[in-house]
Nanobody, 119 residues
Framework: QVQLVESGGGLVQAGGSLRLSCTASGTRTFAIFHWSWFRQAPGKERELIADIRTDVESTYYDSSVEGRFTISRDAARKMAYLQMTKLQPEDTAIYYC???????????WGQGTQVTVLS
């Protein structure tokens, strides 16, 4: 069973930066096919904001974060990152990491990490 743990969330002033990390265990090295970051703001649905497909290193960003957030991964360490810059209060949410090993998208989820951006 794959387990994911997110870290790096916290409080930050508007305009600031944070880097989130997602660490996977219970999976073979290089087995993860997609790493994805979602977020869920209070009263809103969970939304996909960034994604990386590992075989071709292709990335996807939601328009709300494109140009400000960068997804990356370290396959050997079984980790992914979300570098977030120019943070705004509307980025306040719980951020979740999700992965799959190729069978179905978003098979496994982390517990989430809170990001709060102060205006």
């Amino acid at each position: 069973q794959v387990q994911l743990v997110e870290s790096g969330g916290g409080l930050v002033q508007a305009g600031g930066s944070l880097r989130l990390s997602c660490t996977a265990s219970g999976t073979r090295t290089f087995a993860i096919f997609h790493w994805s970051w979602f977020r869920q703001a209070p009263g809103k649905e969970r939304e996909l904001i960034a994604d990386i497909r590992t075989d071709v290193e292709s990335t996807y960003y939601d328009s709300s974060v494109e140009g400000r957030f960068t997804i990356s991964r370290d396959a050997a360490r079984k980790m992914a990152y979300l570098q977030m810059t120019k943070l705004q209060p509307e980025d306040t949410a719980i951020y979740y990491c999700a992965v799959d090993e190729g069978a179905a998208r978003w098979e496994y989820w982390g517990q989430g990490t809170q990001v709060t951006v102060l205006s």
